[in-house]
């Protein structure tokens, strides 16, 4: 069993920056592969980063070059920094760990992100 906590959410204005935050448990955090997912109100949950064992990355259409995902596998910690952020982007924001030879997937309970003026 991963437990996951995100933090970092909150509101903020168009145009402006988050950082968020994903602690997990265990002692092989090396060996889980990691990502972020969003759901806003009325649409269905979307993933939104990814960030593989190895250290690569995948992003969404509508996040690229706004948004980097990375990890410190020290810490047992991911994180995603937001920048330019937009009304659309509001959603809760959740991380996901797949860890690595296990078909096991185990979900953060989510941090909210809200963009408005």
């Known amino acids: 069993q991963v437990q996951l906590l995100e933090s970092g959410g909150g509101l903020v204005q168009p145009g402006g920056s988050l950082r968020l935050s994903c602690a997990a448990s265990?002692?092989?955090?090396?060996?889980?592969?990691m990502g972020w997912y969003r759901q806003a109100p009325g649409k269905q949950r979307e993933s939104v980063a990814t960030?593989?064992?190895?250290?690569?990355?995948h992003y969404a259409d509508s996040v690229k070059g706004r948004f980097t995902i990375s990890r410190d596998n020290v810490k047992n910690m991911m994180y995603l920094q937001m920048n330019s952020l937009q009304p659309e982007d509001t959603a809760v924001y959740y991380c996901?760990?797949?860890?690595?030879?296990?078909?096991?997937?185990?979900w953060g309970q989510g941090t909210q992100v809200t963009v408005s003026s």
């Open positions: 996901i760990t797949n860890p690595l030879g296990t078909t096991n997937i185990y």
């Open positions: 960030i593989t064992v190895g250290g690569s990355t």
């Open positions: 265990g002692s092989t955090f090396n060996l889980y592969n």
